[in-house]
C-alpha cells in the first residue's frame, strides 16, 4: 500500500461504527478504489473504515466523560475489544457493540427515557455471555419470554434499529469478501503472535476476490450457460432424450432466428414494464444501502399476473394459437438471449459511468468479462425503474407460467385431450403457486442475497430472461411429448409433498423476512436471538433453529414434487432438481461465508447451535 496513512499490520484505534468509540483494531488493507480501510477487531470482525474514523494508537487519547453513569452502564462500558479477548475469551464484538452503540445513542440524545433503556440494556451482555459460556449446548434451555433477557431484547431492538440509521449516517462500511476467508477464525491471539500470516490480501487482491471460478470462470460460464441451455432445449423434443444423445442433431442455423419470435419477447417485455410502472400497489422500501439511502419498489407484482393471465386468456378467445410458445421454443429463447446480451452490454456500459457508492461491493476485478458477467452496479435504474428487480420478478417468473399454459395446450393438441393429463396439470399447478407466491410476497425479495449484495450484470440478466423461462418449463416441456399417466393415489401423495415443501419455504421465508423488517414484532417474540456485532440479531430458534436454511429445504422438496409428475423414464425432468440442489448448495456456501465475514463468532455461535446446514441431521 504506497501512499496510504495507515500501513497494512499497523495497530491502530477505529471507530466503532454508529459511536464515538474507538478500539484496537488491526489494518489489513487498503482499497484504493472506495478509498476505505479494512481492519480487524480483536474478536475477528472485520468492517472497513475511511481514513477519518482511525486515529493511531499513540494520539489516541480517551474522551473524559463527565456525564454520570449508572454502576450497570460503567460496567458494560469499561470493556474494549482489546481487553475482552484478554479477560474473558468468549466475550463478542457484539457486546462491544451493544456498548459502542448505546454510548453514541447517549451522545446524540440526552432524554431521560432513552438513557434509561440502555440501561436495561446492559444485562444481555451478561446473559450472552453467559449462554456463550455454555457454549454447545446453551440454547437448549429456553429462555422464557418474561425473563430479563426478553425485556432487554426490546431495548436491544430498539438500539438496533438507531444502530441501523446511525450506520447509514457514517457510512462505515463492511467489506464484501466472496473468497471464503473465514475472519472469524482470525482469532486475538493469531493477531498478536502471527501478523504476517494474518496479514490480509492487498488493496488489488481486496477488490479481486472473486467467485465463479474467478476470471476463467466467468469465460467458461459465459460459453456454458447458453450452450446448456440450447442443448436442453433440443434435447426435450426427442423421443429419448438422453445424454447419451450428445450432441443432439442440430437444426439448420436459419431455424434459430425468427423475427416474430423476437418481436413477442419484446412485446412481452415492454408489457410487463408498463405494468410494473403503473401507479398500481405499494411501494415498498429496500434495505438500507451503503449511504443510509432506501431505495423505493413498485411492488405490484401480483397484480401483474392477474393482469397477464387476463390478456392470455383473451389473446386465446381471440384466437391467438399459443401452441406457437411450444413450437417456436427455440427461436423465442434465441430471441431472449439476445436482449439478454443487449441488456448485460448495457449495463456493462452504465456500470462504468456509475458512482462508487451504487457498485456491488466485490464486483469489480477489472477484468472486462468476468465484470460483465458477474455485474457491476448494484441497482442500475432510469429513473424509478429498477432493472434487476423488475427482471428478476416480471418478464421471465410470470413468462415461466405463460410457457407452461402453453405447453399444457400443445399436450391437448397433439393427443387430442379434452382436458391435460394429471401431470401436466400438477406440474402447471405447483409452478403457477410458487409464482405467484413469490408475487405475493414480492416485497421478501428485497431481503434476498440478489437484491442486497450481487451487481446486476450478465449472470443474472441471462438468469431472468432466459435460464427462469426457459429451462424451469423443461418438465411442462417434457409432459407433451412424453406422457406419464398417474393414478389418484400418486396424485394425492406428490401434492401432499408439495403442500409440506411449500408450507416449510412459505413459512420460513415469511418469518425471516418479518424479523429482519421489525425484529421486535410482538408475534415473533416467543423465538431466541443470538445479538452480533452490526446491531442485527440472529434467529436461533423456530424455522432458523431447525437448519440454517429451512427455506431451501422447502424449495429442495417442492422441487422434488415437480418432477415426480414425469416420472423416471429419463433424466432430463430431474434437471431441475439437480441443478437446484448444486446451486443451493453453493448459494448455501457463499451465505455462510458471507454470514461469518458480517457475524465474525456470533456467527460461529449460531452454527454451533444449529447443526445443520439445509436439511436435518444430513446435511
Ligand atoms: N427457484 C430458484 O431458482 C431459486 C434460486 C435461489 C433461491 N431461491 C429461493 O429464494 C429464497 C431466498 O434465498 P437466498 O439465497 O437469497 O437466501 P435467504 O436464505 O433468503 O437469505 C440469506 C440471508 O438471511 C439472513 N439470515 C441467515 N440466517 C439467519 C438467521 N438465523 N436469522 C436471521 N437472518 C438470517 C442473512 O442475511 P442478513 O443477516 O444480512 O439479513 C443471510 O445472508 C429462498 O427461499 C430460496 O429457496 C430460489
Ligand atoms: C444463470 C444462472 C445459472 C443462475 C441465475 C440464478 C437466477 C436464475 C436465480 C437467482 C435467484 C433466484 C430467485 C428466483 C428465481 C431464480 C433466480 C433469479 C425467485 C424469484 C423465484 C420465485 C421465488 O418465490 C423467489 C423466492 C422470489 C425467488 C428468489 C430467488
Request: glycine share 6%; hydrophobic share 40%.
Amino acid at each position: 500500500m504506497p501512499t496510504v496513512k495507515y500501513q497494512r499490520g499497523d495497530k491502530v484505534m477505529g471507530r466503532w461504527p454508529g459511536s464515538s468509540l474507538y478500539y484496537e483494531v488491526k489494518v489489513l488493507s487498503f482499497d484504493a478504489i472506495s478509498q476505505l480501510y479494512t481492519v480487524i477487531y480483536k474478536d475477528g470482525t472485520e468492517l472497513e473504515l475511511k481514513e477519518q474514523d482511525i486515529k493511531s494508537v499513540t494520539g489516541f487519547q480517551t474522551r473524559p466523560r463527565s456525564r454520570s453513569r449508572s454502576p450497570g452502564r460503567r460496567r458494560s462500558r469499561s470493556r474494549s475489544p482489546a481487553r475482552t479477548t484478554r479477560r474473558s475469551s468468549s466475550r463478542t464484538a457484539a457486546a462491544v457493540a451493544t456498548a459502542a452503540i448505546a454510548d453514541s445513542v447517549l451522545s446524540t440524545s440526552r432524554e431521560l427515557k432513552l438513557k434509561d433503556t440502555l440501561e436495561v440494556r446492559v444485562s444481555p451482555l451478561k446473559e450472552t455471555k453467559a449462554a456463550e459460556n455454555n457454549s454447545n449446548n446453551k440454547h437448549e434451555k429456553k429462555e422464557e419470554n418474561n425473563t430479563p433477557i426478553k425485556v432487554n431484547e426490546k431495548s436491544e431492538e430498539k438500539v438496533e434499529a438507531d444502530a441501523e440509521k446511525i450506520q447509514g449516517r457514517y457510512n462505515l462500511r463492511r467489506r464484501k469478501d466472496d473468497s471464503g476467508a473465514k475472519p472469524s477464525a482470525v482469532t486475538a491471539e493469531q493477531l498478536e503472535k502471527e501478523p504476517a500470516q494474518v496479514a490480509a490480501p492487498s488493496a488489488a487482491a481486496l477488490s479481486t476476490t472473486l467467485d465463479f471460478g474467478g476470471k476463467i470462470g466467468a469465460y467458461f460460464w459465459l460459453l456454458f450457460l447458453p450452450a446448456w441451455v440450447l442443448f436442453l432445449a433440443l434435447q426435450v423434443n426427442l423421443e429419448d432424450p438422453s445424454l447419451t444423445n450428445f450432441p443432439p442433431p442440430l437444426p439448420p442455423l436459419e431455424a434459430f432466428w425468427d423475427t416474430q419470435a423476437f418481436g413477442f419477447v419484446i412485446l412481452w417485455i415492454l408489457f410487463q414494464a408498463l405494468l410494473y410502472i403503473l401507479p398500481v400497489g405499494k411501494l415498498s422500501e429496500g434495505m438500507p444501502l451503503r449511504s443510509g439511502e432506501r431505495l423505493k419498489y413498485r411492488t405490484n407484482g401480483f397484480f401483474a399476473i392477474v393482469v397477464s393471465a387476463a390478456a392470455v386468456a383473451a389473446a386465446v378467445y381471440l384466437g391467438f394459437d399459443l401452441t406457437y410458445i411450444h413450437s417456436h421454443f427455440l427461436q423465442l429463447a434465441v430471441a431472449s438471449f439476445l436482449i439478454s446480451v443487449l441488456l448485460s452490454i448495457y449495463l456493462f456500459v452504465r456500470s462504468r459511468y456509475a458512482a462508487s457508492e451504487q457498485l456491488a461491493l466485490g464486483g469489480s476485478s477489472g477484468n472486462v468479462v468476468y465484470d460483465f458477467f458477474k455485474g457491476h452496479e448494484l441497482n442500475p435504474r432510469v429513473k424509478n425503474f429498477d432493472l434487476k428487480f423488475f427482471c428478476e420478478m416480471r418478464p421471465g417468473l410470470i413468462g415461466w407460467c405463460l410457457i407452461n399454459f402453453a405447453m399444457a395446450l400443445a399436450e391437448m393438441k397433439q393427443h387430442g385431450l379434452d382436458a391435460p393429463s394429471y401431470s401436466m396439470i400438477l406440474v402447471n399447478l405447483f409452478q403457477l403457486l410458487y409464482v405467484a407466491d413469490g408475487l405475493w410476497n414480492e416485497e421478501a425479495i428485497l431481503t434476498t442475497m440478489d437484491l442486497m449484495h450481487d451487481g446486476f450484470g450478465f449472470m443474472l440478466a441471462f438468469g431472468d430472461l432466459v435460464w427462469v423461462p426457459f429451462t424451469y418449463t423443461l418438465q411442462a416441456y417434457y409432459l407433451v411429448s412424453h406422457p406419464n399417466p398417474l393414478s389418484l393415489p400418486v396424485v394425492t401423495v406428490i401434492v401432499i409433498l408439495k403442500l409440506v415443501g411449500f408450507y416449510i419455504f412459505r413459512k420460513s421465508n415469511s418469518e425471516k423476512n418479518a424479523f429482519r423488517r421489525n425484529p421486535s414484532d410482538p408475534k415473533l417474540s416467543h423465538l431466541r436471538t443470538i445479538p452480533t456485532a452490526t446491531g442485527k440479531s440472529l434467529l436461533v430458534s423456530g424455522w432458523w433453529g431447525v437448519v440454517r436454511h429451512p427455506n431451501y429445504l422447502g424449495d429442495l422438496i417442492m422441487a422434488l414434487a415437480w418432477s415426480l409428475p414425469c416420472g423416471f423414464s429419463h433424466l432430463l425432468p430431474w434437471y431441475y432438481m439437480i441443478y437446484f440442489i448444486i446451486l443451493l448448495v453453493h448459494r448455501d456456501s457463499r451465505d455462510m461465508s458471507e454470514c461469518r465475514r458480517k457475524y465474525g463468532s456470533a456467527w460461529d455461535e449460531y452454527c454451533r447451535t444449529v447443526r445443520y446446514r439445509i436439511i436435518p441431521r444430513v446435511y
